[in-house]
């Protein structure tokens, strides 16, 4: 490869010297001294090998090749400003995309106030969401199709950074007239008695509750399966069985169809954090708005004492992500939510 020893500045000052036809209006245009005008314009001569302008006592004019620079130079010039700018605004947060992707669950209640909250405070950053099941959300942020992931706890290992931001309950949720719907709290061996509905094989909510149930020695074999909570409440309300959901959805649910029992000794509990690839820097707008849910998501509580948050792994949490303070900004936004 043949080295180009040229920079944005003899390109910019070769074409401010062609434009106004003289060292001196360059010079002063640039705010350069005369000598520091031709000292680049040589450099970059002598980097071509051709000279550049044909010079007299009155003006300066481009030679043929000094003419084929300029149409191309001015063209260059224009791109790298652009492309500064454009880097300029996305570190002032005037522009910028985040992709995001989380469960369902978290999707749907948690996230939207955060997303308005974000965008309010910076207009112009583009940001995109998807509902996934916390597997393929895991496959999906490996593959950098997305910058954040919004999701339980699992092992991070050594791809992964997960920073915790709250704790979610489990609770059972039953028909309204169910023999369960008065009880203060139920057991594993009460639930195993009565037809449960889950989540299909690959949802983190059905991996957490098969796990909490083998731990007790009980078979966790699901009556009904469906891909939408609100599918599953439907099931519910129409006394098809019982199902544990977390605490996320009970803001959600018909109080007249269904009602909500604690499930005893020391419950379920799992952490739902910010997982991200360990070894991808993230853009600014995906730093900000890390730093959003942080403020707004993240508590110090905890599952009462002898409470273990659990999922299928059971493995530690790493450290939290950290990026600057970001500022405002005041631009048009996009917001585009993609389901599955």
Do not use: C
Not at 54 to 67: K, L, N, Q
Not at 77 to 103: M, N, P, S
Not at 240 to 251: E, W
């Amino acid at each position: 490869m043949i080295p180009i020893n040229i920079g944005p500045s003899e390109l910019e000052t070769f074409i401010a010297v062609s434009e106004a036809g003289s060292f001196s209006a360059a010079a002063a245009q640039l705010g350069l001294s005369q000598p520091a005008v031709t000292n680049r314009i040589q450099k970059l001569e002598a980097a071509l090998g051709l000279p550049l302008f044909d010079r007299t006592t009155r003006r300066v004019t481009t030679t043929v090749a000094g003419e084929r620079l300029r149409l191309r130079a001015q063209h260059t010039v224009a791109e790298l400003k652009a492309l500064v700018q454009e880097f300029r605004d996305e570190i002032a947060l005037r522009h910028g995309r985040v992709a995001l992707v989380a469960t369902p669950a978290v999707s749907a209640t948690v996230l939207p106030r955060v997303i308005r909250h974000f965008l309010t405070r910076h207009p112009g950053v583009h940001l995109t969401l998807h509902d996934e099941f916390a597997l393929q959300a895991l496959a999906r942020l490996s593959a950098q199709e997305f910058d954040l992931a919004i999701v339980p706890y699992t092992d991070p290992g050594e791809e992964f950074e997960f920073e915790p931001l709250f704790f979610d309950e489990f609770f059972l949720v039953v028909p309204r007239n169910h023999p369960l719907a008065r009880a203060g709290k139920v057991d594993f061996a009460d639930i195993s008695r009565y037809p449960l509905l889950s989540r299909p094989a690959g949802s983190a909510i059905r991996e957490t509750i098969a796990h909490e149930f083998a731990k007790r020695g009980l078979q966790f074999t699901p009556a009904l399966e469906s891909t939408s909570l609100f599918t599953l409440l439907g099931m519910v309300e129409a006394g098809l069985g019982l199902s544990l959901l977390p605490q996320l959805m009970t803001p959600r649910l018909n109080l007249n169809a269904v009602r909500i029992v604690r499930i005893g000794g020391f419950g379920i509990f799992r952490q739902i954090g910010i997982m991200r690839k360990r070894q991808r820097r993230l853009s600014p707008s995906a730093v900000a708005f890390a730093q959003v849910l942080r403020a707004m998501l993240k508590t110090q509580q905890a599952p009462p004492a002898g409470a273990i948050a659990t999922d299928s792994s059971g493995a530690g949490i790493t450290k939290p992500l950290r990026g600057r303070t970001a500022p405002r900004s005041s631009r048009s936004s996009t917001l585009r939510i993609a389901t599955r």
